[in-house]
């Protein structure tokens, strides 16, 4: 454990009758979050240096991180692990084995990836055949698609299916697992996954669960964190950094991690409620 972290008291008395004991923990839900990647600026154009995250802001009304820059990503829905679904890349063994699940849960959680980056950021990775992507998802017909799979009456296999489109999961990069601590009341078994944004394909601010959107670079972001313009979740802001070392996409996408569960803890103190860094790196916040 590299340190911790003090809970702000409105965030304290949420989780205190958990930590007290009075209030069972609940079962973590299984989630795919995706840090989907650009060129700064310049380097697109070969004038700069660095990279960018697509962030969103959640909205204050919502339960869980109300008001938090994160990742796209959400849970798994329980037609994630359709086997209909057109796949290409890795297989759902593979994943299985680095992700450390079964193969049907593997396949749920790069499904659930897919899903929702297309979902809120209209980013789709998938193509017609297994060696190329999608070049444009910004019609009224694709802004349809999203919204039924938003409200479930699609599932990603059926609008693969019906658009004649192959899952991409090589454009996937298993990168971290972070479970939401046992004195949270809404939990979640996340796993953080990275990809490069298509070529031909831009995010669009698409609304739902987020009040607004943003390119930004890793260390931009960190600097917001600390000078408190935005919200940084624990589990965001170790990403962040761990980003932050790297020099462009390519470097980011060939890194080789292993996938570790992250569980901070959350214990009183000191008359205050701490939150436990787990891991070898500081707390960058």
Partial sequence: MTGQVQLPEH??????????????????RDAATVMLLRPAPGAAAGTGYGFEVYMLRRKPTMAFAPGAYVFPGGSVDLRDADEEVAWAGPDVAWWGQVLGVEPQLARALVCAAVRETFEESGVLLAGPAPETVIADTTGDDWEADRQRLLDRSLSLAELLARRDLILRSDLLRP?????????????????????????????????????AVQWISPAAALDAGRARQIELWLPTAMTLAELADHPDVDSVLGAQREIKPLLPELFRADGATWLSVPGSREYPL
């Fill in 175 to 211: 990168w971290s697992r972070w479970i939401t601590p046992a004195a949270e009341p809404r939990r979640f078994d996340a796993r953080f996954f990275a990809a490069a944004l298509p070529a031909g394909q831009r995010t669009r601010d698409v609304g739902g669960e987020a009040s």
């Fill in 11 to 28: 965030l304290a008395e949420v989780v205190r009758p958990i930590i007290e004991g009075t209030v069972n923990p609940v079962t973590p």
